[in-house]
């Protein structure tokens, strides 16, 4: 039975002296109106972003513009701006600020249409567990009820029902197996049963049959090669059969057979160019060979056909402009035109047209790939 909480509408400050350890833990290694359309022989402009920022958030709106919040600026220290894309005329148009600075957050689209931001890393370089909510129509961002613990790096889940499900992420004290529940409809929350361990630098996913997949990262001992289901009905937690390896700073999607795909992160040999596959029918993992390029903190996206696009990322060597494609129905990787400039940490935001939109990793370029045609545009230089 979940306990539900009560708190503060603006998180305390902890210990800046635990920005240290957050620090070298990452360094280890989101009324309707008609979709805007995109015809191939229309010519395709985009312009740059107003701010260069990573670890931000994106979300797609109902009315098909996107919303960029927060993020790192190019001094690394987290920004409370926030701006919004228009695919239609390519432009970008400030919004207002949020309530606080915060990068390593996670942000979710509300059932009516709002976008709920959580947690991340503060302006004192600390987890918080702040909350606001932006309102698309009005342009403003309202204080919301705040997370039971601070966090950064987690992730939040949408659930049949409505409720959204936190979990994971980096707190006061290092990785958090602590799970918790907002109710939209009721503006309030409650504990949910605690993860079999911690996660953190880890991806998370809503699966076909309403349960949600956690993925690897990171816990207090080390990288993790393990992964866990939550049953929302029950509010338990169950083990799914062992990942091929460990791995954290990775990706996951949902492909359109109902299986879901795991690319790079940084783990042991291989880790950067590994992919594997994950079957909810059976919770057990399957190898699907590598990617032509090694990256972690990369995107990958599930295009309208099927196909998935892996864009940028790290790897040894630093920041990456490599983008390749992913076919099902043939097993097959194949590299396609760079980007014009290396990014990770970075967004890509499938848009209603079936583009999509490439933002942040440090950089104001702006990119978007369109699948009908194979191409690039970019905002330059």
Known sequence: MATTWNVSKLAPMVLAGVAAFLIAGCGLFGAE????????????????????RDTHTATLLNDGRVLIAGGFDVSLWPVATAEIFDPASG????????????????????????????????????????????????????????????????????????????????????????????????????????????????????????????????????????????????????????????????????????????????????????????????????????MNDGRALHTLTVLNDGRVLAVGGTDENGAKAAAELYDPSTGIWTSIGDLSTERASHTATLLADGRVVIVGGGVLVVEIFDPATGAWTSSGP
């Open 33 to 52: 109106e008609d979709a805007p359309s995109h015809s191939p022989d229309e010519p395709v402009k985009v312009s740059p972003s107003m701010f260069p």
């Open 91 to 290: 432009e970008w148009s400030g919004t207002s600020t949020m309530n606080s600075a915060r990068a390593y957050h996670a942000a979710v689209l509300l059932s009516d249409g709002r976008v709920l931001v959580t947690g991340g890393l503060g302006p004192e370089l600390t987890p918080i567990a702040s909350a606001e909510v932006f309102d698309p129509e009005a342009g403003t961002w309202s204080p919301y009820l705040s997370m039971a613990a601070r966090r950064r790096g987690h992730s939040a889940i949408t659930l049949n029902d409505g409720k959204i499900l936190i979990v994971g992420g980096i707190g006061s004290t290092g990785p958090l197996s602590l799970a918790e529940l907002y109710d939209p409809s009721t503006g309030t929350g409650s504990i949910t049963n605690n993860m079999l361990q911690a996660h953190s630098e880890h991806s998370s996913i809503a699966l076909p049959d309403g349960r949600v997949l956690v993925t690897a990262g990171i816990r207090e001992a080390g990288g993790l090669s393990r992964a866990e289901v939550y049953q929302p009905e029950t509010e338990e937690w169950s083990y799914t059969d062992r990942m091929k390896r460990m791995t954290f700073s990775h990706d996951v999607v949902l492909l359109k057979n109902g299986s879901i795909m795991l690319s790079g992160g940084y783990g042991k040999g291989t880790g950067p160019f590994s992919v594997e596959m994950y079957e909810p029918g059976t919770d057990t993992w399957s190898a699907l060979g590598k």
